[in-house]
């Protein structure tokens, strides 16, 4: 693909409550101009925009973008489910490292209803069905809606394998909130204990509801542009997308019926591995990484996915702080979707707002020291996996 495209400005609103939201043309606007001041240029210099979103009309992207400004450039309204943000990335990136245009602005919004996000996935028709299907034939925690019951699923598949323990997923949540307390743009910024978290209402037989991400309101957004724009425009250019992947579901995601597979393991560590070959650094290079922690099991499998630590390592990883501050990698810095919030359209790019911010060395008392290269990692069932790894120039 050429030249690595440069990340040239991100920006992304505070996450909230449903309750609390303001309209979802307001928050991607407010994200788009900010990434737009970010980056030191107007909307005119955009050639193309991406508009990523899940609970909306058609040409949702269109009315968002429109509140900034109607410049006549295409706009492209994407839907993959909660990996939305980082195709609408994708899509941008691929624009530019393809020469077909110079700058284009990826963006994500959503303004979720309230109640718990598990109730947002239950028995969804259409494209689902067949994991839906899949969920109710496994002997998995019975009447359970599909989401929890999928990710809490997969979380047992480790146990039954490797004797993962309750508490090591329960550490994944009590890690997320010491990390969100530093950021103040995520919707939970309490520390919660293990205890606390072990302690909270059963949702599955393994997951509680602090080990869920929360319904959330918001926006992000991002402007890639080649080097050559950059230079032109005297655009900072320490932050540049070294590779990315999008996969998607294999026969074996329903063949093999282990729920591991069914909620994207095999898609993440082939997306992983291709990212990797690409930008010619292995997962021990990795600084920090921003990945798909809606449930703490889906955080801990993935550890394993991008080759953090070998198959059946998740717990010792865990316990030996290789995934916080002093440790190998350090996960969600940003408090994840578990305590940052989970505004499906946004998570993505808000993934991407964390990493550059953490490349530039500007995120204060949550910054990750001499972080040089950044893993992100964000799936939606259906299915659709995208990995992206940043480095600095």
Known sequence: MGENVV????????????SESPAYTDMAAEAIRAALADAGLGLEAAQEAYAGYVYGDSTSGQRALYGVGMTGIPIVNVNNNCATGSSALWLARNAVASGRVDCALAFGFEQMRPGALVEHWTDRPG????FNRLTDEVDY???VPMAPKMFGGAGIEHQRRWGTSDEAFAMIRAKASRHAVHNERAIFRKEVSVEEVMASP??????TRLQCCPPTCGAAAAIV???AFA??????ARVAILGQAMTTDRPSTFS???LMKVVGYDMTAEAAAAVYREAGIGPDAIDV?????CFTANELITYEGLGFCPEGGAESFIRSGGNTYGGGVVTNPSGGLLSKGHPLGATGLAQCFELTGQLRGVLGPRQVEGARFALQHNIGIGGACVVTLYGTA
């Open 289 to 293: 990484a921003e990945l798909h922690d």
């Open 202 to 207: 059963k949702v599955t037989s393994l997951l």
């Open 127 to 130: 494209p689902l069905e067949p």
């Open 256 to 258: 093999e019926r282990n």
């Open 231 to 236: 230079r032109r425009h005297g655009i900072d």
């Open 141 to 143: 925690d019975g009447d």
């Open 225 to 227: 542009v080649s080097p």
């Open 7 to 18: 990340v040239a400005g991100v920006g992304m609103t505070r996450f909230v409550k449903p």
